[in-house]
Structure formats: C-alpha cells, structure tokens
C-alpha cells in the first residue's frame, strides 16, 4: 500500500529564478528522510514543492511530477487543499494561531475543516498531543493562549497541531533551528517515535541531526540534487567530491 | 569624562523637550474638557438626557431627542460603512494583484480629504433629492461614506501586519485560501481593527456639515429612518448660534455630552483591545 514519495523530473522557479532543477528521488514510507545542503540551495522549495505550498507565492512555479503512494500530486485537478491535508508541515519558527489556545489550536485544523463533534474534537486533540509529547504537560492549561508556552512547546503545539489532521507525510522545514538543544533532543525523539506511522521529510542545517534522526538523505547544492541514499553511508562514503566538502565542513 | 557629562546634559535636555511635547499635546483636550465642564456641567441633569427640546422661552427641557439620533446616525454609518470598509481593507491587504489596489488605495485617501461638507452633498444628492425629504438614512450615508477610508486603510495597515507565517500555518493545514482569511487572518487583526472602527466612529460622532442636508434634524423623538432625525452636533450648532442665553447653556451641555460619548467610546476600545491582548499574552 503505501509506498511513500517519489519524485520525477521537478523543477521550480520563484519569476525567473530557477531554484530547483531537475530533481528525483524516493522518499520511502514510514520513515525519515533528511533534507541537507547549504543556504539558499533548495531544500526549503524542495519541501514546499511536497505538499504544494511553494506556489502560494506569487510568481512561484512548479513543474514535474511528485507521486504520492502512486497518485500525482501535480495531476489535472488535484486540490491543492486535499494534498495538504495528507501532508502536514511544521516550520522553522513555531507558529502557533496567537489568538487562539493551546486546545484551539490543535483543534484548529479540524475544526475549520468542518468537524464539528466536541467529543471527536477532544480525542483527536488529546491523541495529537500525546503524539506530540506535549500532553502531560499542557493537559492543565488548555484553554491558555498558545503563545504562552516555550518555544520548544511551541514547536510540538506545531506538530499536534500538524498530527490533529491525521495526515500520512509530515514535512519539517528546520523544525529545531529556533530552540535550544533540550527542547531539540525533545524534538528528535519525538520525531523517532513519529516513524513509526507517518513518513517524514526534515530539513536540517545540522549533520549532526540527520545522522541522528534519519535513514535516508539527500545532499541539496544550488538547486540541484547531488547525492541521496542511506544516510550512514551518505556521511562515512560519499560519492560525490561535493559531499564530501560539504559534510566534512570544507564549505557552507 | 566631559564626553560623558556632556551626554548627560543631552540626555536631559532632550527629556525635557519630549516631555513638554506630550504634555503639549494634552494640553488642547485637558483645557477643552475643562471648559466644557465649567460652561455646560450645571446644564446637565436627568431632564436633559430623558426630556425633549423646549419651545424658545420656557426654560429647561433636554437633548433626548438629539441623543438618540446620534446614537442611530452612528448604527446607520456603522451598517453602511463597516463592511465596506473592512472588507475592502482585507482586500487591499490580501490581494496578489498590485494595480487594482493601488488605484482603490489612492481613491480612498483622496475620499477621506474630501471635505466632509462635500459629502453630505453628495449624500443630499443621492438618498434626499430621489426621495423628495431629509431623512435619517441620508444622514447614514454622509456619514458612512466619510468612515469608509478610514477603516478600509486602518484595517488593511493591521492585516499587512499579520505575519505570513500564519497565513502559511493555516494553508499547510489543508485549508481553503478564504476560511485561512477569515477564521485566522481576521482573528489576528481584530483588536486593530476594532480599534481603527473605534477611531472612525469618533470622527463621525461629532461631523455636523454633512447633516446640515442630510438628517436636517428635528426638536421631536425619531420618527423613523424615513425621516429628518436629531443629533448632537445639528442642535449644538443651531442652538450655539441662537440669541438665547439658556439655548446657549444647553449647547454647552450638549457638547460636554457628546465628547464624553466619544471619550467613552475610545475607551471602550481601548479596554476591549488591551483584554484581547492580555488574553494573547496569557
């Protein structure tokens, strides 16, 4: 059934700037694939191409293929809006709704969605939580705002808010780069346990970070894929003379 | 360590001029207020806030009927300029097209320099002439079109201040472009907007020129929207420049009552939107 992402020929361009050229690859399911490469190469585009965010920007533009467990994304009528559903996303900074409290935001995503149910509202926002290793420690303050917590806190209200919707991808777009190495091992930890029924992207500016969480990873520079596989070996025997600068700190 | 003094001094200096800044600038509201106390306050009793005006000679009677129509003129305006205004103000902030919003930009700044009187003609023109009488609802729309660009470019200021991350968030969840608008954008901007609303209705609550044609006013209770109706500002006015001392005194007391209404107004907003925010905080 399922058998995750693949993607065939993708280019992108934010106007006349071509960012992305030419990528392919597999994410395989239920596991976790990470995004490296310098600033400015493509990984954050790569991610937002997944899940069709990248041409929210205006003048942005998509072109390939992305199969999702063998269904185009990029298809003739394709809802953007559905694929989004499937493929939830968790961002650099955390973000939560600030109006809105820890349970409404978590809520938000169904909710808005059109489910109405308090009682299924309540499960899935408790069962998004626990996903999230968040709920021991919010489960007293679900009405405060969302802004009061942590930032690490923050970032896992993202992330149940993200698992409220029940989608099968989850992309991480430098889910750790704002918070500290606590509230980052946290992260990490969570998104081991995450595999286990979700597939996961993750774009990281640390090695040591993709070492730690991820199977598979693909090595980004100026906007062309020039390495993925097993992410050990990506790191112990790179192909590509690129990699290896990059990996062993030579450059970026 | 002269360096040091010499900073000191500047640093004081420069205290003391934005001090006397500030205080310049409540100076003018503290000394109207004042004024207004002094001159209307013995006017004001439970008469004039319950009872209707008096024919010329009989001392005593009130501004009921001037009160209430202010209240109605101000829910017309708010009925017709509100959603205009936020709306467009959304659109402006949201829109992906540049030219459209330019020129709407551009147009509304022109309409809130127009003067107020010239509104009120065209109001006179639109809703007095084709339905042959004065009229409550022409009123609330002099004074409706003038709240328009007010609130349009305060709300969309406050929009464009909603961080795109959030707007991000939302669409990653799987939402449509328009429940991510209304249900997360609009949320975010909502102690802005009420603010701004708050702002624009203060400056309609004491226009007087565009009502001169429009509502005419009345010396009776409201009749209707079909009809000419009192406010504040219209009796203030035709009683200031009345010959007699006691029309004079309830003038007085009239204007004390409407910038109270305004004072209270603002405040209003003020506490509504430092509670959403403490509420953000929290």
């Known amino acids: 059934m399922a058998d995750g992402i693949s993607v065939a020929g993708l280019n992108a361009w934010f106007g006349e700037n071509h960012v992305l050229r030419n990528i392919s690859l597999r994410v395989p399911a239920n596991g976790v694939t990470a995004v490296i490469g310098p600033s400015g190469c493509g990984k954050s585009t790569f991610i937002r191409c997944i899940n069709r965010m990248h041409e929210v920007v205006p003048g942005a533009r998509v072109e390939g293929q992305i199969l999702l467990n063998g269904e185009n994304l990029y298809g003739p009528g394709v809802d953007p809006v559905l694929i989004r559903r499937r493929i939830g996303m968790v961002f650099q900074k955390p973000n939560p709704f600030p109006t809105m409290s820890v349970w409404d935001n978590v809520a938000a995503g169904l909710r808005l969605g059109g489910v109405r149910d308090r009682a299924v509202l309540a499960d899935s926002v408790e069962r998004a939580l626990r996903h999230a290793a968040l709920w021991d420690e919010v489960k007293d303050d679900l009405d405060k705002s969302g802004m009061s917590l942590s930032g690490g806190q923050q970032q896992r209200l993202c992330i149940g808010r993200a698992l409220a919707v029940q989608p099968e ?57 020039v390495e993925v596989g097993v992410t050990k070996e990506l790191f112990t025997t790179p192909h590509d003379k690129r990699t290896e600068d990059y990996i062993t700190g030579r450059f970026g | 360590m002269s360096g040091l003094s010499r900073r000191r001094t500047a640093n004081a200096v420069m205290n003391v001029l934005a001090g006397s800044a500030a205080f310049v600038v ?92 010239v509104i009120g003609i065209f109001a006179y023109t639109l809703v007095v002439r084709p339905m042959r009488h004065f009229s409550a609802l022409a009123g609330g729309v002099a004074l409706g079109v003038i709240m328009v660009p007010i609130v349009l470019r305060t709300t969309e200021e406050i929009v464009r201040l909603v961080p795109a991350s959030l707007r991000e968030a939302g669409l990653a969840l799987g939402l449509p472009q328009w429940k991510v608008t209304v249900r997360v954008v609009l949320t975010t901007a909502r102690a802005g907007i009420i603010t701004g609303v708050m702002v624009a209705i203060a400056r309609i609550a004491g226009e007087t020129a565009p009502l001169l044609f429009t509502a005419f006013g009345n010396r009776f209770g409201y009749h209707g929207l079909d009809q000419p109706i009192a406010a504040l500002a219209l009796q203030i006015f035709a009683y200031a420049i009345s010959p007699f001392d006691d029309w004079h005194r309830q003038a007085w007391a009239g204007a004390l009552v409407l910038i109270s209404m305004v004072f209270l107004v603002s405040l209003a907003a003020r506490l509504a939107t430092s509670g959403l925010q403490r509420q953000t905080r929290r």
């Open chain 1, 169 to 225: 991808v989850l992309l991480m777009d430098e889910p750790c780069s704002a918070l500290d190495p606590i509230a980052t091992a946290k992260i990490e930890e969570l998104i081991l346990d995450l595999k286990k029924e979700l597939t996961i992207v993750i774009v990281t500016h640390n090695m040591q970070q993709a070492a730690r969480v991820s199977e598979w990873a693909g090595f980004f520079l100026m906007g062309e894929l």
């Open chain 2, 26 to 117: 409540i100076l003018p509201l503290v000394l109207v207020l004042a004024f207004l106390i002094y001159q209307g306050g013995t006017s004001l009793n439970l008469d004039f806030f319950t009872r209707l005006p008096k024919p010329v000679g009989e001392p005593g009677g009130g501004m009921a009927n001037a009160i209430v129509g202010t209240l109605i003129l101000i829910a017309l305006a708010c009925g017709l300029g509100l959603p205009v205004g936020i709306l467009g103000g959304l659109y402006l902030a949201e829109s992906r097209d540049r030219r459209i919003p330019w020129v709407v930009r551009f147009l509304a700044d022109v309409l809130n320099g127009v003067p107020s009187i």
